[in-house]
């Protein structure tokens, strides 16, 4: 009597966690931090009748093409074009990061050596998510940067809108996947969460609350900074362990 076919478990994976694909996009969604400083720059050029405020202008009056009265207030901004080249580039990052690093690599939180269990779905899961949402939110804000708040199409706030949702529940996700893995995971998860809250609140009142522009930053910065926080955990892994295989090569007789 033959005895049935045998069941051969899957081998773990152990992601590459030195190549040149995951390096670039690690490298990519820091890039995200530009952002910081382009705003800054185009608040200081700022040209309205009025001092720009963070705490009552929003980001979107940075892009305006034209100077003039946009819902209410004297918007005027030189340096517009810096402003959506940035919102285009921090987009572009989080697309190509979203794109390049695998899905075993952020399953592991980019540890050399570690593997991903066979069987194990939830953490594939998690980690095609963060890719989706991250790509879908990254497309979200280059929306923002082509199409100006002025330019008359109702894109630019939908752009807004998934760039806020898909980018604080991408973050959601990562640091809920990344818990055990780094200690930077609550930082990121607290920053998915108080995105999200943000985008809720700005909901239900309407964005009408004393400070309209700390409320947007409030949904806005955090996946920026939480976004730069993952990207630096998987940068700093990845470069350790290009080094160290380097090393090894070098000394190798």
């Known amino acids: 009597m033959s005895s049935g076919p045998t069941h051969v478990p899957a081998a773990a ?25 382009a705003e800054t720059a185009v608040i200081g050029a700022w040209a309205g009748p009025q001092p720009y405020s963070r705490r009552t202008g929003y980001i979107s009056d940075l892009g305006a093409v034209n100077c003039g009265i946009y819902d209410g207030r004297d918007v005027c901004s030189p340096l517009h074009w810096l402003m959506n080249a940035s919102f285009v580039v921090q987009g572009l990052g989080m697309l190509i990061g979203a794109l390049l690093l695998g899905s075993g690599l952020l399953c592991v939180a980019a540890r050399p050596g570690a593997r991903v269990a066979p069987g ?19 497309a979200g804000t280059i929306v923002v940067g082509l199409v100006p708040q002025d330019a008359g199409s109702a894109l630019h706030f939908i752009g807004a809108v998934v760039y806020f949702l898909a980018g604080g529940a991408a973050l959601v996700v990562l640091g809920s996947l990344w818990l ?30 004393p400070e309209p522009g700390t409320l947007e930053r409030i949904m806005g910065y955090p996946v920026t900074v939480g976004v730069a926080a993952g990207g630096l955990v998987i940068a700093q892994r990845v470069h350790r362990h290009r080094a160290e295989l380097r090393m090894r090569a070098s000394s190798a007789p």
């Open 13 to 37: 994976v152990i992601p590459d966690t030195a190549s040149t694909r995951q390096y670039i996009g690690a490298r990519s969604v820091l890039s995200v931090l530009q952002y910081f400083v």
């Open 120 to 138: 194990r779905r939830k953490p594939w899961l998690a980690a095609i998510w963060v890719r989706i949402l991250a790509g879908t939110a990254g």
């Open 180 to 209: 055990r893995q780094t200690p930077l995971a609550w930082f990121i998860l607290v920053c998915g969460l108080v995105s999200l809250a943000a985008l809720v609140t700005g909901g239900l009142t309407g964005m009408d609350v």
